[in-house]
């Protein structure tokens, strides 16, 4: 079994203040864990990915996200947010072979300006 | 990465009619994906469509009602069939490229709008 959870529907930040996006995942195997960005009435981006490689991970857009086993948590962060980053925000986690993947309820990011 | 389009992006239809969904990926796929997402809320699969088989699909989702195919790796179809007002979705398809295992790119999405 599997499931993620995203620890806040909504977030916002000022332009140009750091991002923290949470979110925290259960897996019965190891997991590789995913975020995807939703632009409004757009598909999904995949921001970045872990799959048991380095624990942190570097994405797209100056994204990044620490995978710590510990804590059973995968939280997307950025240093200096910008306005083209106001949307939404899945974690994904993915295991039992890659069969299924289960989404987070998701966050939306607002940017102030 | 591949490109993957959808067609049609966005349709208004009455209810108790169909509407069928393609999607078509430019690259080699080893699986086919559909996705709901309703109004405000995150994506719940639908469906693994299967290459020349029936698709499988997830608890709470009916072949009678999304019917699926998938002649051939890199083209699918869903129809939503007999629709009602809370059909009203976006339909997502998504794709595992070949070589990239584990990692799902997604569509841009069918905006639905039921009467």
């Known amino acids: 079994a599997q499931s993620v959870t995203q620890l806040d529907s909504h977030v916002s930040v000022s332009e140009g203040t750091p991002v923290l996006l949470r979110c925290n995942y259960s897996?019965?195997?190891?997991?590789?864990l995913f975020w995807y960005v939703q632009h409004p009435n757009k598909g999904l981006q995949l921001l970045l990915k872990?799959?048991?490689?380095?624990?942190l991970v570097k994405g797209i857009n100056g994204f990044e996200a620490e995978f710590k086993k510990s804590e059973t948590s995968f939280h997307l962060t950025k240093p200096s947010a910008h306005m083209s980053d106001a949307a939404e925000y899945f974690c994904?986690?993915?295991?039992?072979?890659?069969?299924?993947?289960?989404f987070g309820t998701g966050t939306k990011l607002q940017v102030i300006p | 990465s591949a490109v993957i389009s959808q067609k049609p992006s966005r349709d208004i239809c009455q209810r108790g009619t169909s509407l069928t969904i393609q999607c078509q990926v430019d690259?080699?796929?080893?699986?086919m994906f559909w996705y709901r997402q309703q109004p405000g809320q995150s994506l719940t699969l639908i469906a693994t469509?299967?290459?020349?088989?029936?698709?499988?699909?997830e608890s709470g989702f009916v072949i009678d009602k999304f019917p699926i195919s998938r002649p051939n790796l890199t083209f699918s179809t869903l129809t939503v069939s007999n629709m009602s007002p809370e059909d009203s979705s976006i339909y997502l398809c998504?794709?595992?490229?070949?070589?990239?295992?584990?990692?799902?790119?997604f569509g841009p999405g069918t905006r639905l709008l039921v009467l």
């Open positions: 469509a299967n290459q020349g088989s029936e698709a499988t699909y």
């Open positions: 690259s080699q796929v080893t699986m």
């Open positions: 994904v986690v993915s295991s039992e072979g890659y069969q299924k993947v289960t």
């Open positions: 897996s019965s195997y190891s997991p590789s």
């Open positions: 998504s794709v595992v490229l070949a070589g990239e295992s584990g990692t799902q790119y």
């Open positions: 872990y799959t048991s490689a380095a624990t």
